[in-house]
């Protein structure tokens, strides 16, 4: 079966310039759920790739994280009375960005891991971020990119738009608009789908 590659914090669930600490402060975006059970119905394999430098921070610990990420499957558990849901699987980078390690995106370390531990190839897969770093990581990895302007997308869009090799990138409001449009057409057309010209600087 396919793969979809998502990002988190900004694509999933709500993102704070404060990190995500808790499962408290975990909120789903609106269409989200709706979204990865759609694609998993759709036969779709669904994995997590997301940096949490908030353990190598302090800001909070694995049983945090992991408690994050039980609401996620939970809430697509629970989205289908008649059906279970569940993402495949979630990697996650630990390490500070001055760390230099392997998995930090847009190095391709999580992908890497990905494709050993359930030996497949991801070159061909849509990989959704909100995040010029996700981007970079799917072209790096032979992934199909897509953003989305929720969370850090809208800055990314004019990065994008700024970065000729970039800017044919797909963009969608969110993960249920990619979602949608993935679904009603045999394939999406990166070359359809561009960012829209916006202009300036990001200071």
């Known amino acids: 079966m396919p793969w979809i590659i998502l990002d988190r914090d900004g694509v999933i669930n709500y993102d704070s310039d404060d990190y995500i600490k808790s499962a408290e402060e975990w909120r789903a ?3 989200s759920i709706e979204a990865i059970c759609a694609l998993k119905k759709a036969g779709y394999n669904v994995a ?20 994050m990420h039980s609401k996620l499957q939970r809430l697509l558990a629970e989205y289908d009375a008649n059906t279970v849901y569940a993402i495949d699987a979630i ?26 531990e359930f030996e497949v190839s991801l070159a061909g897969s849509w990989l959704v971020g ?18 989305v302007l929720t969370g850090k997308g809208k800055t990314c869009a004019k990065l994008l738009a700024e970065n000729p090799p970039l800017s044919n990138t797909p963009v969608f409001n969110d993960l ?8 009603t057409k045999d394939q999406l057309n990166t070359e359809t789908f561009t960012t829209a010209p916006l202009k300036g600087k990001i200071s």
């Open 29 to 31: 975006l609106p269409g």
């Open 48 to 67: 997590v790739a997301t940096n949490q430098s908030g353990l190598a921070r302090g800001l909070f610990d694995l049983d945090d994280l992991e408690a």
């Open 91 to 116: 990697f996650y980078c630990p390490h500070l960005p001055e760390d230099d390690c392997a998995c930090r995106k847009p190095k391709t370390g999580l992908l890497d891991a990905l494709e050993k």
């Open 130 to 147: 909100d995040h010029v770093k996700d981007i970079e990581l799917a072209l790096a990895k032979q992934c199909k990119p897509a953003l």
């Open 176 to 183: 249920l608009a990619f979602t949608t449009e993935l679904l």
